[in-house]
């Protein structure tokens, strides 16, 4: 299939790459002229402005969006709008707010266009592991664009089937899913980063216990001085607690168990918010997941060793960079 991409960030560059490995002709687009031209010497078609971009694609067209959320995407949506006709489909894979996609959907509508929204989950890895998608949209566009989500998503890989699976049909097991109607693709993966807020800061509480096992405060026969990358390690094999994040965190504590080129200054996108949000709407308790958020507040005040383990796992998933350390004086 052909899809411009608009957007070359960490995420938009390599999900352009790994559309055309698969065979897609891609048309991209980016404030840098730069980042453009490199993704030309790859393969991709360039374009020099949203209208370019436009008119080098075949009717119906599809445009993929991966910039910022907020006011980016909302301007980025609002442009392609005014250059696309009907029959043709805008796709924001960015990490919107399922409402804002509601109301973005019905402005397309008017005109004709299709709106997709896709929540996209796989980070700077994405490129070699694959996609998890959480789509949102009319079915009928949805299924035109499988082609494009079938190659960016991970596919079934050697990941054990779930029993009983086999008397189901979808695409779940080859890591995308359509959730439902505007909004549910994004809804969906804002719940996901909510869990996720609640694992790293489990994780990250554990260690940081374990790191003051040793503390002078504690009787001299139970202090411990353990090892925590090897601890990270063997919770990798075959424990229950076992995780992506997991991996991430080893992978971490093993290029440095004291973590001191983090500051443990940990921000925090804006979905964790929208979940708890949504959470209040239908009133639905959420301790642990608004525990996790309130925790990144403080984060920017005080800093523990539990907060550099979760600025250093941002940092290994999607490339996050929390503000570092400052230098020691002597």
Same mark, same amino acid.
């Given at each position: 299939?052909?899809?411009?991409?608009?957007?070359?960030?960490?995420?938009?560059?390599?999900?352009?790459?790994?559309?055309?490995?698969?065979?897609?002709?891609?048309?991209?687009?980016?404030?840098?002229?730069?980042?453009?031209?490199?993704?030309?010497?790859?393969?991709?078609?360039?374009?020099?402005?949203?209208?370019?971009?436009?008119?080098?694609?075949?009717?119906? =067209?599809?445009?993929?969006?991966?910039?910022?959320?907020?006011?980016?995407?909302?301007?980025?949506?609002?442009?392609?709008?005014?250059?696309?006709?009907?029959?043709?489909?805008?796709?924001?894979? #960015?990490?919107?707010?399922?409402?804002?996609?509601?109301? =973005?959907?019905?402005?397309?509508?008017?005109?004709?266009?299709?709106?997709?929204?896709?929540?996209?989950?796989?980070?700077?890895?994405?490129?070699?592991?694959?996609?998890?998608?959480?789509?949102?949209?009319?079915?009928?566009?949805?299924?035109?664009?499988?082609?494009?989500?079938?190659?960016?998503?991970?596919?079934?890989?050697?990941?054990?089937?779930?029993?009983?699976?086999?008397?189901?049909?979808?695409?779940?097991?080859?890591?995308?899913?359509?959730?439902?109607?505007?909004?549910? #693709?994004?809804?969906?993966?804002?719940?996901?980063?909510?869990?996720?807020?609640?694992?790293?800061?489990?994780?990250?509480?554990?260690?940081?216990?374990?790191?003051?096992?040793?503390?002078?405060?504690?009787?001299?026969?139970?202090?411990?001085?353990?090892?925590?990358?090897?601890?990270?390690?063997?919770?990798? =094999?075959?424990?229950?607690?076992?995780?992506?994040?997991?991996?991430?965190?080893?992978?971490?504590?093993?290029?440095?168990?004291?973590?001191?080129?983090?500051?443990?200054?940990?921000?925090?996108?804006?979905?964790?918010?929208?979940?708890?949000?949504?959470?209040?709407?239908?009133?639905?308790?959420?301790?642990?997941?608004?525990?996790?958020?309130?925790?990144?507040?403080?984060?920017?005040?005080?800093?523990?060793?539990?907060?550099?383990?979760?600025?250093?796992? =941002?940092?290994?998933?999607?490339?996050?960079?929390?503000?570092?350390?400052?230098?020691?004086?002597?």
């Amino acid at each position: 299939m052909q899809l411009g991409m608009v957007g070359l960030g960490r995420m938009g560059a390599n999900m352009t790459r790994r559309l055309m490995r698969g065979g897609h002709t891609m048309v991209v687009s980016d404030l840098s002229a730069d980042a453009v031209k490199g993704l030309a010497g790859e393969g991709a078609v360039a374009s020099a402005s949203l209208e370019d971009l436009v008119s080098k694609l075949s009717a119906p =067209r599809a445009a993929w969006i991966m910039v910022p959320s907020g006011d980016p995407t909302e301007k980025t949506v609002q442009a392609l709008l005014g250059k696309m006709q009907a029959g043709d489909t805008i796709i924001d894979g #960015g990490n919107s707010y399922f409402k804002d996609d509601v109301r =973005r959907s019905k402005l397309c509508a008017a005109k004709g266009v299709h709106y997709v929204d896709v929540g996209t989950s796989g980070g700077v890895w994405g490129l070699d592991r694959g996609y998890c998608m959480m789509i949102g949209g009319p079915n009928e566009t949805v299924q035109r664009l499988d082609p494009i989500f079938k190659t960016l998503a991970p596919g079934r890989g050697d990941i054990p089937r779930t029993p009983g699976r086999e008397k189901m049909s979808g695409s779940a097991e080859d890591g995308y899913i359509h959730c439902g109607p505007s909004g549910s #693709g994004h809804f969906v993966k804002m719940v996901h980063n909510g869990i996720e807020y609640g694992m790293m800061q489990a994780y990250a509480e554990g260690f940081d216990i374990f790191k003051n096992a040793i503390s002078k405060e504690l009787p001299e026969d139970i202090r411990y001085d353990l090892n925590l990358p090897d601890i990270a390690e063997v919770w990798r =094999r075959g424990s229950v607690v076992s995780s992506w994040l997991l991996d991430l965190t080893a992978m971490a504590l093993t290029e440095n168990p004291t973590l001191a080129e983090y500051s443990g200054f940990v921000q925090d996108s804006g979905e964790g918010r929208w979940t708890i949000q949504a959470a209040i709407e239908e009133a639905v308790p959420a301790e642990v997941l608004t525990a996790a958020l309130y925790t990144r507040f403080r984060s920017r005040q005080e800093h523990t060793f539990a907060e550099k383990m979760l600025s250093a796992m =941002r940092q290994k998933f999607g490339g996050h960079v929390e503000p570092k350390a400052p230098a020691k004086t002597k």
